[in-house]
């Protein structure tokens, strides 16, 4: 048995990264799946991976409220009910080709109003069409992607992902807070560094990315973020380690949670400074430890 049977799921924004791997997941672990994305080639190739019937495509850009109606009829006329919505949809605050407003001061009326719709108002109004399909059956899971952003400044932070992620962890309060009575949990993810095209650098906007251009931002990548605490081979987090997060807040394993915003960073968060020096420094100190123990036995 699947940690999913039974259930049936909406992800948005998952064509690639962390939301094309909880598609994975998901389907992997007994779900039904409708998931959408600007880019119909790749959309087409995850469902076509995924076991018979398991999971369906959907063409549809979150930055419309009636596309994102379109993503969750789909489900409940597909399959007659709606248990999990991850709203995984986001990306770079800047619209394409656009200025990235990385100093409080590049801010203006259109790049805020891009922004905050993109990455909260979307969450929000996917949530407002699913809520009342889960009222009914007096059961659902909603999961928000957050961020790591969302609760400690960072020097090379974007203000408006930063504001608009902080947001979306205190909306999930806000939500859970209404839905609970209803039999609806509502939750959040927040990934720290997770090796995924978006967090690179920049918008895919249903655009393949080849593999010099993919080999540059990963390499900017690298350079800019620490991988955290634990010892994971790479530069840090994978989109797996979020998606198997989202198959525990999605399973009846998480049926006593509700309101957290669940951090999934390798210890980035808890320990404040140069993660790379306090693991170097860390592992001394063990070493040192081992070696006297060794000496007084």
Same mark, same amino acid.
């Given at each position: 048995?699947?940690?999913?049977?039974?259930?049936?799921?909406?992800?948005?924004?998952?064509?690639?990264?962390?939301?094309?791997?909880?598609?994975?997941?998901?389907?992997?672990?007994?779900?039904?799946?409708?998931?959408?994305?600007?880019?119909?080639?790749?959309?087409?190739?995850?469902?076509?991976?995924?076991?018979?019937?398991?999971?369906?495509?959907?063409?549809?850009?979150?930055?419309?409220?009636?596309?994102?109606?379109?993503?969750?009829?789909?489900?409940?006329?597909?399959?007659?009910?709606?248990?999990?919505?991850?709203?995984?949809?986001?990306?770079?605050?800047?619209?394409?080709?656009?200025?990235?407003?990385?100093?409080?001061?590049?801010?203006?009326?259109?790049?805020?109003?891009?922004?905050?719709?993109?990455?909260?108002?979307?969450?929000?109004?996917?949530?407002?069409?699913? $809520?009342?399909? *889960?009222?009914?059956?007096?059961? &659902?899971?909603?999961? +928000?992607?957050? @961020?790591? /952003? #969302?609760?400690?400044?960072?020097?090379?932070?974007?203000?408006?992902?930063?504001?608009?992620?902080?947001?979306?962890?205190?909306?999930?309060? $806000?939500?859970? *807070?209404?839905?609970?009575?209803? &039999?609806?949990?509502? +939750?959040?993810? @927040?990934? /720290? #560094?997770?090796?995924?095209?978006?967090?690179?650098?920049?918008?895919?906007?249903?655009?393949?990315?080849?593999?010099?251009?993919?080999?540059?931002?990963?390499?900017?990548?690298?350079?800019?973020? &620490?991988?955290?605490?634990?010892?994971?081979?790479?530069?840090?987090?994978?989109?797996?380690?979020?998606?198997?997060?989202?198959?525990?807040?999605?399973?009846?394993?998480?049926?006593?949670?509700?309101?957290?915003?669940?951090?999934?960073?390798?210890?980035?968060?808890?320990?404040?400074?140069?993660?790379?020096?306090?693991?170097?420094?860390?592992?001394?100190?063990?070493?040192?430890?081992?070696?006297?123990?060794?000496?007084?036995?």
């Amino acid at each position: 048995m699947g940690r999913l049977d039974g259930k049936v799921a909406v992800i948005t924004g998952a064509t690639s990264g962390i939301g094309e791997a909880t598609v994975d997941a998901y389907c992997a672990e007994g779900a039904r799946v409708v998931f959408c994305g600007r880019n119909e080639e790749l959309g087409h190739e995850v469902e076509k991976r995924q076991p018979a019937g398991s999971a369906m495509f959907v063409k549809a850009d979150v930055l419309h409220e009636a596309e994102i109606i379109k993503v969750i009829e789909t489900a409940v006329r597909k399959w007659d009910r709606l248990d999990v919505l991850f709203n995984n949809a986001g990306g770079p605050s800047n619209m394409p080709g656009a200025h990235h407003a990385f100093n409080i001061e590049d801010v203006d009326e259109e790049s805020f109003k891009y922004s905050q719709w993109y990455l909260l108002g979307s969450a929000m109004v996917a949530t407002k069409h699913a $809520a009342p399909i *889960m009222r009914k059956q007096h059961y &659902g899971s909603i999961i +928000n992607n957050s @961020s790591k /952003g #969302a609760h400690q400044a960072e020097v090379a932070a974007d203000p408006l992902y930063s504001a608009a992620k902080a947001g979306l962890s205190n909306y999930t309060k $806000a939500a859970a *807070m209404q839905l609970g009575p209803m &039999g609806i949990r509502v +939750n959040a993810v @927040s990934p /720290g #560094a997770i090796a995924t095209p978006i967090f690179w650098g920049g918008h895919t906007h249903g655009q393949q990315i080849t593999n010099e251009h993919a080999a540059k931002r990963l390499a900017r990548f690298v350079e800019n973020v &620490g991988g955290g605490m634990l010892p994971l081979t790479g530069p840090g987090g994978e989109a797996w380690d979020i998606a198997m997060a989202c198959v525990y807040l999605g399973s009846d394993e998480a049926r006593w949670v509700t309101g957290i915003d669940l951090v999934v960073d390798g210890g980035m968060l808890a320990v404040k400074g140069d993660h790379a020096g306090t693991s170097k420094q860390m592992r001394e100190m063990w070493e040192k430890w081992d070696a006297r123990q060794a000496d007084h036995g």
